[in-house]
């Protein structure tokens, strides 16, 4: 069952990351659009979807595959894993923020820029670096 598992948790980090690499791209974009035309409206729709019906249940099984792994595997005693923990809670914290970004530009109040969303577009993608070196090279 372990290894069902594992391969569960890799299917569901991959959507999560696709997620949260494509949605502030759609923000970049978004803040080009007018308020109000059918271009916004598009991307209010795109953002919305993609948030709930991809985004938000991987991050949610990613979770659940993980913590059954390390329980199982015996692994909350490791140092990688601690590491790995506190950078997955912090791309859960940058979940979170991408889900009130849903939300405030469902809102049209957006307060934020294109180039913000491009330079916070590289956040998910440090972490996942780390995050990926922990597990695979288990470096303490």
Not at 40 to 45: M, R
Not at 100 to 107: E, I, L, P, Q, W
Request: aromatic share 14%.
């Amino acid at each position: 069952m372990y290894e069902w598992i594992k391969a569960l948790h890799v299917i569901a980090i991959i959507s999560w990351m696709a997620g949260m690499l494509y949605l502030p791209r759609l923000f970049v974009y978004h803040c080009e659009a007018e308020i109000g035309s059918k271009q916004s409206e598009t991307f209010k729709v795109m953002e919305r979807r993609l948030l709930r019906a991809i985004i938000n249940p991987a991050m949610i099984v990613s979770w659940l595959a993980g913590l059954y792994l390390a329980w199982s595997g015996q692994f909350f005693s490791a140092a990688w894993l601690h590491g790995k923990l506190l950078l997955v809670i912090l791309l859960s914290g940058v979940h979170g923020f991408f889900a009130r970004c849903v939300k405030d530009f469902g809102a049209d109040q957006n307060q934020r820029t294109n180039k913000f969303y491009r330079i916070f577009n590289e956040v998910p993608t440090v972490l996942m670096i780390g995050i990926v070196i922990l597990v695979v090279v288990k470096p303490f």
